[in-house]
């Protein structure tokens, strides 16, 4: 008997079931049609989608927060200045997680789901890598903020681009005569173990053996590590220069347990500022850096003869002339960095408006706009200052900047020009087809 | 660096290690012991206090000694009072059933990290040391002017470090004190002897139980207060001391503190030496394979009893 009713209510369940799943289905399938034919008919005044895979969490959560707040600020500026071809800009945004999986997942999300004109925004070049070929295959244009070396070698694809940052080979080719002629030739490297901390190994051995130096230590630490006393002692005793770059939530622990490992005794240091970024270099234990060099991709502290369009830039993205939040100073920012963002989003309204962009049927040429673009002057588009973008490579040129801690601030001592960081194309990728 | 300041360093390194691994490790071997739940979340507890301590400091202000103090005792306490409600809430709604307990607590991992991360957000957040004194130290040679001390580059340490140390030794000595010399003790041996019987005599094991979650869970969180001057609060760092915790215990025998300590410091100082000599990656290698050997062997640990 008991068994029986049972059995009746499983039968009358599992239909029910079946029937809700048949009217989301339909339900779904009748959302799915009307949106496209509305999308067509309404194509003037639709807004722009950018998705934008953002560090939301995980290990690079710091930059996530700040190349959020240049999006959204970036965005504003275009839409009060009307849009792109006439069309308001919508941000979405979803988070990866830092995790090259969740990464590719978000792409799909941004293609399928969310029904984005293009996606914009990764940083960490593994997640970069773990996303760009979905990227291809979505057939969605993918503008990443990286610095990894890997669009321009050659192992990404068409769809992705990176006309907003310049990429660590050329930063590192553009840094190595300073380093090789005015603090030493015999440089220890210290790099977080991922492709990112691996371009660095390799173009900055080539880079300082070119000038006549050479690396006498390599040594890697995992981006996750939280304690670095333990890998120092590596660090060969006649070296001259310690060249270091880390990043993830443990930087300002590496840095200072870099400081408390030499004491007074230190080595010339030449850091790029990834080992500091959205840290305050007036925490306490930082003190040894004074004196020390860093690179940066755009001047953290405002410099003397800072320009307007930068002031400008400075204030839309709520940053004070440290290089922390308006709102509150000890946030500091990831201002080295965070330009991209900015540049990037000018980037895709110059290349959408010059291709006569509509829809996601006007991809391609969409891409092919952008790889048309060559010089961009520097100015309110492009704060950090005039690129070359190579339309080849799909990577772009600019300048870099060397700054000494001075009282406590980053002092810009030196500036690479475009030229300095130049290097042989590696691909072509407008060979390739879409 | 040459052989000898480069063992020192490493045994240095090892030392703070060992010290902070023996409180967490310590914790987790308790719970068990006397309630045989295997708590996955313990990290998320070490993380918890961790956060708790920054949070707590920043909004003492002042010399950062002041915060460091409130935190060292305000924040094991709360995360102590958490964990205890929890196992009112949860571990005693599915009657310490071992199966279920595991699934329970791999819940609290989750619930305690992703409320962390939606409430403070996902930056690592830096506390102040108290005191950070570099000192410098000395090594003997026999070199050429005879009997020499010489100030070898990199050998150092902070007097914050030596602190965690001695402060772990307290801790220690003080809880084998309040498990052998008091009454509170004494029920917590008895609950771990027997439970059933226990009870019988009158020993409120329920509450007994309750404590012990929270003692556990204070000394995670205690050993996060310590180590978080010299690393950083983040929520996702309760992963890494739960696996060596787990190691720890595994290797020293479930629920048997001798052997959890003498395990902490074996791996806490392979740990240290390991990782300055070869490379860190090895030293978690070995660990985890020494847990395979250990497991093969010597099924109950070191020094842990053969279940009956």
């Known amino acids: 008997m008991s068994n029986g009713t049972s059995k009746t209510s499983k039968i009358s369940r599992r239909s029910a079931l079946l029937g809700m799943g048949a009217g989301a289905g339909a339900l779904a399938a009748a959302g799915v049609l009307p949106g496209t034919m509305g999308f067509a008919q309404a194509q003037s005044s639709a807004p722009i989608k950018i998705g934008f895979q953002k560090h939301a969490t995980g290990i690079g959560a710091a930059y996530g927060r700040w190349y959020g707040a240049t999006t959204d600020a970036a965005v504003k500026r275009i839409n009060d200045a009307g849009g792109i071809n006439g069309r308001p800009v919508e941000v979405v945004v979803e988070d990866d997680g830092t995790d090259p999986g969740r990464g590719a997942e978000v792409l799909e999300k941004f293609a399928n789901q969310h029904n984005c004109d293009v996606a914009f925004g990764t940083l960490f070049s593994h997640v970069v890598i773990g996303s760009a070929p979905r990227a291809g295959e979505l057939k969605l244009p993918y503008f990443v903020v990286s610095e990894g070396h890997h669009v321009a070698s050659g192992m990404l694809n068409r769809y992705t681009l990176q006309p907003g940052i310049t990429d660590v080979k050329s930063q590192v080719i553009s840094m190595a005569p300073f380093v090789a002629n005015n603090l030493g030739k015999k440089v220890t490297m210290i790099y977080p173990d991922f492709a990112f901390g691996h371009d660095h190994r390799d173009f900055f051995s080539e880079a300082i053996a070119a000038q006549g130096g050479e690396v006498v230590a390599k040594i890697a630490i995992p981006p996750t590590e939280t304690s670095f006393t333990r890998y120092f002692p590596s660090i060969p005793r006649e070296t001259e220069v310690i060249y270091h770059v880390m990043v993830g939530p443990a930087v300002l622990t590496f840095v200072k347990e870099l400081g408390e490992f030499f004491g007074p005794n230190r080595p010339e240091l030449f850091g790029f500022i990834d080992s500091l970024e959205a840290v305050d270099i007036k925490s306490s234990g930082l003190e040894f850096l004074e004196g020390t060099y860093f690179w940066e991709g755009m001047p953290r502290y405002a410099q003397a003869d800072q320009a307007d369009y930068e002031k400008d830039y400075r204030a839309a993205v709520g940053v004070d002339e440290n290089g922390a939040s308006i709102a509150d100073s000890k946030d500091v920012a990831t201002y080295a960095h965070m330009f991209g963002c900015w540049e990037t989003l000018n980037i895709i309204k110059a290349g959408m408006e010059s291709a006569d962009y509509q829809g996601p049927q006007d991809r391609a040429k969409l891409i092919e706009a952008v790889e048309a673009m060559t010089d961009m002057p520097a100015g309110a588009d492009h704060p950090q200052g005039a690129k070359r973008f190579n339309g080849k490579t799909h990577q772009t040129f600019g300048s870099q900047y060397i700054s000494k801690v001075t009282d406590g601030k980053l002092v810009v001592e030196h500036t690479a020009s475009i030229e300095d960081g130049l290097y042989e194309d590696e691909v072509d990728y407008t060979a390739q087809s879409f | ?308």
């Not at chain 2, 990290?43 to 103090?69: D, K, N, Q």
């Not at chain 2, 001798?258 to 070995?286: H, R, Y």
């Open chain 2, 1 to 308: 660096m040459d052989f000898g300041p480069h063992l020192m360093l490493a045994s240095l390194e090892g030392a703070v290690i060992s010290a902070i691994l023996v409180l967490t490790a310590m914790g987790l071997s308790i719970v068990f012991g006397v309630m045989r739940v295997v708590n996955v979340a313990h990290g998320e507890f070490y993380m918890l206090g961790a956060v708790l301590t920054w949070f707590i400091t920043s909004i003492v202000g002042g010399h950062p000694a002041i915060g460091f103090v409130a935190a060292i005792v305000v924040a094991p306490l709360l995360v102590g009072c958490l964990a205890a409600g929890a196992d009112r809430l949860i571990l005693k709604r599915v009657n310490y059933d071992p199966d279920r307990t595991i699934v329970a607590t791999i819940g609290m991992l989750y619930i305690i990290q992703q409320t962390t991360l939606m409430s403070l957000g996902p930056d690592a957040r830096p506390v102040e040391a108290p005191f950070n004194t570099r000192l410098s130290l000395p090594w003997f040679e026999w070199g050429e002017n005879g009997f020499a001390m010489i100030w070898p580059w990199g050998l150092s340490t902070t007097s914050y470090k030596l602190f965690v140390i001695a402060a772990a030794a307290m801790v220690l000595v003080a809880l084998w004190l309040v498990l052998t010399r008091t009454k509170v003790g004494l029920l917590m041996r008895a609950t771990q002897q027997d439970s059933e019987t226990a009870q019988a005599f009158g020993v409120p094991v329920g509450k007994v139980y309750s404590w012990v979650f929270g003692l556990g869970a204070g000394l995670a969180a205690l050993g996060a207060v310590l180590v978080v001057p010299i690393q950083q609060a983040h929520y996702l760092m309760g992963h890494d001391p739960l696996l060596l915790a787990f190691i720890v215990v595994i290797i020293g025998g479930l629920g048997s503190l001798p052997g959890t300590v003498i395990a902490a410091i074996l791996i806490g100082m392979s740990d240290g030496i390991i990782s300055v000599f070869f490379s860190p990656t090895l030293a978690k290698i070995i660990a985890t394979f020494l847990v395979a050997m250990v497991l093969v062997f010597r099924p109950q640990g070191l020094l842990g009893k053969i279940a009956r």
